[in-house]
Nanobody, 114 residues
Framework: QVQLVESGGGLVQAGGSLRLSCVAS????????MGWFRQAPGKQREFVAS???????NDADSVKGRFTISRDNNKNTLYLQMNSLKPEDTAVYYC????????WGQGTQVTVSS
């Protein structure tokens, strides 16, 4: 059974930082492309960042220079370091994994107050 479990969300003031984690089980984590998406109230889910099995990263323009995606294959864990947070970053953040099939986590809420 595949599971992606996010943690690390919470309430933070604008300008603050949070680090999200996503622990994967039931998959060979090292061969999966992984990513983060987010969904704000009333909006569609949008891409935030991704990382290939080889470590190549890609970020949405809205988070470039502020968010950093990384992975630890020894711990089956994906990370998203979020700095200089803005109120518009408020959303539910979802972990995503893909290798032939895609999987989603249940999401973790991030709220940035102004």
């Amino acid at each position: 059974q595949v599971q992606l479990v996010e943690s690390g969300g919470g309430l933070v003031q604008a300008g603050g930082s949070l680090r999200l984690s996503c622990v994967a089980s039931g998959i060979d984590f090292s061969i999966y492309a992984m990513g983060w998406f987010r969904q704000a109230p009333g909006k569609q889910r949008e891409f935030v960042a991704s990382i290939t099995s080889g470590g190549r990263t890609n970020d949405a323009d809205s988070v470039k220079g502020r968010f950093t995606i990384s992975r630890d294959n020894n711990k089956n864990t994906l990370y998203l370091q979020m700095n200089s947070l803005k109120p518009e970053d408020t959303a539910v953040y979802y972990c995503w994994g893909f290798f032939k099939s895609g999987y989603w986590g249940q999401g973790t809420q991030v709220t940035v107050s102004s």
